[in-house]
């Protein structure tokens, strides 16, 4: 081997090392940086009387997506549209068919008749309409074309939509009294700038380094989004579901992936998409259908069968074929 080959062989390994160091530095500042945000956000929440249903929606559920919030931004802001819009696509079938799955395995999911008339035809509407501004993705093609600003604008005006429709139907709750409402101002303040600290540090950290990481390996930035990047940032969500199923608690599980969700397309791609428009190149249809089709399977088996339930059956089919998709995409690259 020559001289040259070993400085490139040593150069790709050193390159390697520091994007994976960056990458795994990034997701943990932003997990916590989530965590503790969400913290100080429903801690102010509570203090002006706000109903615990709209802080699990929104709050929570806001929380749990932002790290899918700052990745996708960023990678948008950087010109990295495989990671951003890989990362969305991934994150949504990484909920819906593996943790939910998952949760399923560990305690039969029940839904409740708020998420039957809401967040679940949401949770479809959501992925039909990011197959509709994907362009010709919905005939089976898509390169060379873009998720364009007007259709960012037009996610964010659904995102409106929601938002409203979410306060009009719910209320407040005067005088609740829980270990967030004991926070001081001070402490709230804390935590709701250190958390924002921890998540733009952390998503620049993670988006650098996992972008020098597929240059490295050869995967495509889309490949990269949809698999590893998708996967760390719903780390929050696969946390909150699996102690929820664990501890019987399954509607916060259901609740929490449908509303992350929901986040991802109208909130994350709006707002990804507004920055700079996202390029199909790297995509396949079958990334899109395949998201369509976990958010079809959830509608399905709560409107058809006359049971509002996912169980442990379901619940291993999803986790086999979210681990199908995972294989395609291996060899698709």
Excluded: Q
């Excluded at 997990?31 to 929570?60: F, H, N, P, Q």
């Excluded at 005939?139 to 979410?166: H, K, M, N, Q």
């Excluded at 929820?244 to 608690?249: F, S, Y």
């Amino acid at each position: 081997m020559s001289v040259s080959t070993r400085t490139h062989s040593f150069v790709k390994i050193k390159i390697m090392f520091i994007s994976i160091i960056s990458f795994i530095a990034g997701i943990v500042l932003v997990i916590k940086g989530a965590d503790w945000l969400t913290e100080g956000a429903s801690a102010l929440a509570r203090r002006y009387g706000i109903s615990e249903l709209v802080i699990g929606l929104t709050i929570v559920a806001l929380g749990t997506s932002l790290p899918e919030l700052v990745i996708s931004t960023g990678a948008a802001l950087k010109g990295s549209s495989g990671i951003a819009l890989g990362n969305i696509i991934g994150s949504n079938i990484f909920n819906g068919l593996l943790i939910l799955g998952v949760a399923a395995l560990i305690a039969p999911i029940r839904f409740n008749a708020r998420m039957l008339t809401r967040e679940i035809p949401f949770n479809l509407l959501a992925s039909i309409v990011l197959l509709l501004v994907s362009g010709s993705m919905l005939l089976g093609g898509g390169e060379g074309e873009y998720v364009t600003r007007y259709s960012g604008l037009l996610l964010l005006c659904f995102l409106a939509i929601f938002v409203r429709y979410t306060f009009s139907i719910t209320g407040t709750d005067e005088g609740e009294e829980d270990e967030h409402e004991r926070l001081s101002v001070a402490k709230i303040i804390f935590f709701i700038l250190i958390g924002l600290a921890a998540l733009i540090f952390g998503g620049n950290l993670f988006v650098d380094g996992v972008t020098a990481l597929a240059r490295v390996v050869g995967l495509s930035e889309a490949v990269i989004g949809i698999t590893i990047v998708s996967a760390g940032s719903s780390l929050p969500e696969l946390a909150v579901s699996v102690n929820a199923a664990r501890k019987g608690n399954v509607g916060i599980a259901l609740g929490n992936v449908l509303g992350s969700n929901i986040l991802n397309i109208f909130l994350i791609l709006g707002c990804s998409a507004t920055i700079s428009p996202i390029a199909l190149d790297g995509f396949s249809f079958v990334d899109f259908y395949v998201l369509l089709a976990s958010s079809l399977l959830i509608y399905a088996v709560t409107r058809f069968g006359g049971k509002a339930i996912i169980t442990r059956i379901e619940g291993a089919v999803l986790v086999a074929a979210y681990v199908a998709y995972t294989a395609y995409l291996i060899m698709r690259s």
